[in-house]
């Protein structure tokens, strides 16, 4: 996605939601290029436990409690910024998602999980 | 005709979902000890709860984000984190207050120790969460928790009179202990605008599928719903206050307030109140459950949602269910559950401003919102009860310990 965006409303903390419409992670973090040329723009959304450090106290105290690895995502392949980020392909393609792949073995046995 | 059909559902269910073990506690306390005079206290807080489930419901319908990504988007990481650990903590204790009810409810009917109905009450929530779609669960217990109506009609039976309840609209203190009258003051804002309320409202709108089409209805639920529910609360209080405030008695245990439908009702009459508070209060316990499994996976991006399958949210899931195995622990100690509830209350008004404040921002984010953003009367109400709800929040704990805990 190209044009401007609002960093600290418009992304930062919000939803992503991959091309099937699922909910996959927040944005936790970007990481940005020329800023010091004064035309900042989103490289890469970071999202993941060990991005909270760059988050201030709490967020670095958050990031040494959780576990989990990081996951960057190219702005390129942002789909859409609406409330949330849509991003172009499924969430195993970005890595995102592993948490709730971990927690499906154990839910997935008991009757009716799948209902 | 569908329509209004879906409204009048939507209106039944918010009524019976309103009251739970917060309310029932503090109406019935506050009639037996100040007869009428609290009754202003309710209207000022089915007012706030109003208020912000329509803005939270209007935000979730228009931007398809609820709550507590409001609050992360807003507060930003840190803050927002605390936020949700204040407001977990205070979920917690809520559903752990909610639960206890249901057992002493139970109690009343079946006599089998405590602590089995403890268990009893917890498995029957979980499988009625895993069981049922969203929509049946919501009213199914809203419905059944209409038989809370019977306390209304126990109310007028009991030939209340009718000036001294007008006049209990009026705000005023006849008493000679300010610190326990206001005390009630902060529980009875509290028990009506408990935050579960607010995290559920905005979550629910979304397991709905609600459109901007659906507005009407949100409004209709939240006006109608939620005043028709303040309605059932001051028919406890001036039910207490006929029957316990002339002779001095504080109703400690909620077999006392059953009494409430059984003296002027008589048999049925109880039967119907135990079931209301029976099922008005299971309601709130899963609406409880999911609040605590909606914050965390709105926090932390998780997908979320009843209207997924448990395969398709599993850490949303797993969270219900921590939630409720919690709040089974906390109670299962053997603390007293009313004053677990009691606590429940106060500190909820002390985290609400955090999920008030961000709410009142979306709503007026024009780029979020668009022409569904916030208008005059939505800001002039918002902003009028975000101030009351500041200045309780911050009057509680202090209150809490000059009243000690309300006793005086």
């Known amino acids: 996605m190209s044009g401007p965006v609002d960093l600290a409303l418009g992304i930062l903390d919000h939803q992503l939601l991959d091309s099937e419409g699922r909910r996959c992670g927040n944005v936790d973090d970007l990481e940005l290029q020329g800023v010091r040329e004064g035309a900042p723009r989103v490289e890469t959304i970071l999202v993941g436990p060990p991005v909270w450090r760059g988050r201030g106290a709490i967020g670095r105290l958050a990031a040494a409690v959780a576990r989990g690895r990081s996951v960057r995502v190219p702005w390129s392949e942002v789909e859409k910024v609406d409330s949330g980020v849509r991003l172009k392909q499924p969430a195993e393609a970005y890595g995102l998602g592993r948490g709730d792949a971990r927690a499906r073995k154990l839910v997935a046995w008991i009757p009716g999980a799948e209902r | 005709m569908k329509k209004v059909f879906e409204i009048a559902l939507g209106i039944l269910a918010a009524i019976g979902g309103f009251v739970d073990i917060g309310d029932i506690v503090f109406n019935t306390a506050a009639g037996a000890l100040f007869q009428y005079q609290l009754l202003w206290a309710v209207v000022i807080g089915v007012g706030a709860i109003v208020t912000y489930s329509e803005m939270c419901g209007r935000v979730a319908v228009v931007s398809q984000r609820a709550a507590f990504d409001a609050v992360r988007e807003r507060l930003g990481f840190g803050v927002g984190l605390l936020a949700l650990v204040a407001g977990q903590l205070v979920n917690l204790l809520t559903l752990a207050a909610e639960i206890g009810g249901i057992a002493l409810a139970l109690q009343l009917v079946a ?39 019977v306390f209304a009609v126990g109310a007028i ?19 000679g202990d300010l610190a326990v009258y206001l005390f009630f003051v902060v529980g009875l804002l509290g028990a009506a605008t408990v935050p579960y309320e607010v995290y559920f409202y905005s979550s629910g709108a979304i397991e709905e599928r609600w459109t901007p089409k659906d507005l009407g209805i949100n409004k209709a639920n939240a006006i109608i719903g939620y005043s028709l529910g ?22 400690e245990t909620l077999g006392s307030v059953a009494l409430g439908a059984n003296v002027p009702l008589g048999e049925l009459g109880l039967l119907l109140g135990l079931i209301g508070i029976l099922f008005a209060v299971s309601g709130a316990a899963i609406d409880t459950a999911f609040a605590g499994a909606y914050n965390l996976a709105q926090f932390f991006g998780w997908e979320w949602g009843k209207y997924r399958t448990a395969v398709e949210a599993p850490r949303f ?40 404040v961000p709410i009142l921002l979306v709503a007026n984010d024009r780029a979020y919102m668009g022409n569904y953003a916030n208008g005059r009367i939505a800001n002039v109400f918002g902003i009028f009860y975000l101030a009351v709800i500041l200045v309780v929040a911050v009057a509680a704990i202090p209150l809490m310990i000059i009243s000690n805990m309300g006793q005086g």
């Open chain 2, 111 to 149: 006599g089998l120790p405590f602590r089995v109905l403890l268990v009893i009450a917890v498995l029957a929530l979980g499988l009625a969460i895993w069981a049922m779609p969203f929509e049946w669960i919501e009213r199914v217990f809203g419905y059944i928790g209409l038989a809370l109506l």
């Open chain 2, 157 to 175: 039976k009991l030939h209340p009179d009718w000036g001294g309840v007008a006049s209990g609209f009026v705000p005023h203190a006849d008493t």
């Open chain 2, 230 to 251: 303040g309605l059932l609360s001051f028919a406890l209080m001036i039910t207490a206050a006929e029957l316990f405030y002339p002779r001095e008695i504080s109703p």
């Open chain 2, 317 to 356: 899931t797993l969270a219900w269910m921590v939630m409720l195995v919690l709040g089974f622990l906390i109670v299962v100690t053997g603390v007293d559950p009313i004053q677990v509830t009691e606590y429940s209350v106060i500190f909820s008004v002390v985290a609400l401003p955090a999920t008030y």
